[in-house]
């Protein structure tokens, strides 16, 4: 059995400013994601290109972000 519900920005807030929103990391990437994310970071993939990679797969944002707030692009 499962519960959906949807969360409304009120709680989200709170559950926020608890500190209980704590996010998943995002699971791994295959080669070729890896590959893709290598590339865009080096400034070899446009962003329009790149929008649509995400689109399809969305973790590879989370990767890239995660990449830009350590600082290893």
Not at 25 to 47: F, H, K, N, V
Not at 51 to 65: I, T
Request: charged content about 20%.
């Amino acid at each position: 059995m499962s519960i959906h519900f949807t969360v409304s920005g009120l709680t989200r807030n709170l559950i926020h400013s608890l500190g209980l929103d704590h996010e998943q990391a995002p699971r791994p990437l295959t080669p070729e994601q890896s590959l893709l994310l290598d590339c865009y970071l080096a400034g070899q993939i446009p962003d329009s290109a790149w929008s649509d990679y995400v689109f399809e797969m969305p973790e590879l944002e989370k990767h890239a972000e995660v990449r830009r707030t350590r600082g290893l692009t």
